[in-house]
């Protein structure tokens, strides 16, 4: 599962990637996690299964749900992004999979 994170410069969204990547990998999870500045996602997002917006950069949403209409987005929760909760954030992306197929 290849996870694309997006928020205004890509730094923010930088310390969950790691969090999410070093969390795979203690889980044997099948992750990839990459953090980017939304504003480059339409040159990346067809290499990743969903896309999720960091909550500061909610406003962007609508445009990336219209721009990418072949795969889930959404903003993260925001408790859950100013948390790092890395399980709510992969249970929340397991749903929006399922819900896509």
């Known amino acids: ?12 969204t930088g310390i969950l990637m790691n969090k999410m990547n070093q969390w795979a990998k203690q ?8 953090a980017i500045p939304i504003d480059d996602y ?3 997002y067809k290499d990743y299964d969903v896309l999720l917006v960091g909550p500061q950069m909610r ?7 219209k721009a990418v209409t072949d795969r889930p987005s959404a903003v993260i929760n925001p408790s859950d992004y100013a948390l790092g909760n890395v399980e709510n954030i992969i249970k929340e ?9």
């Open 93 to 101: 992306i397991k749903r929006m999979i399922k819900e896509e197929k």
């Open 27 to 34: 889980n044997n999870e099948d992750l990839e996690v990459k």
């Open 1 to 12: 599962m290849k996870v694309l994170l997006m928020c205004a410069n890509g730094l923010s």
């Open 42 to 44: 339409l040159s990346v």
């Open 59 to 65: 406003y962007k949403i609508k445009d990336v749900q």
